[in-house]
């Protein structure tokens, strides 16, 4: 091996800026969906979600 050394993108460590209004609307939609559906009247709906709930320290009961 020759004495080179590898060189890595400066853009490593920034978090590109367009895709931050995405990943918000997908973290709030997410959370309203598991917020939301342990309060669902159908009891179908509330145990589709029950384990999630539970696991992420949502209380539904």
């Known amino acids: ?7 890595f993108g400066q ?3 920034r ?3 367009s ?3 995405a990943a918000f609307a997908a973290f709030t939609l997410g959370a309203l969906i ?3 559906v342990g309060f669902a009247g159908p009891q179908m709906i ?3 979600a029950h384990d999630t ?3 992420t320290g949502f209380p539904c009961h």
């Open 1 to 7: 091996m020759t004495g080179t050394t590898g060189t």
């Open 53 to 55: 709930r539970h696991a």
């Open 46 to 48: 509330h145990n589709a």
């Open 11 to 13: 853009a490593a460590g």
């Open 15 to 17: 978090v590109d800026q």
């Open 19 to 21: 895709a931050l209004p």
């Open 34 to 36: 598991i917020f939301a």
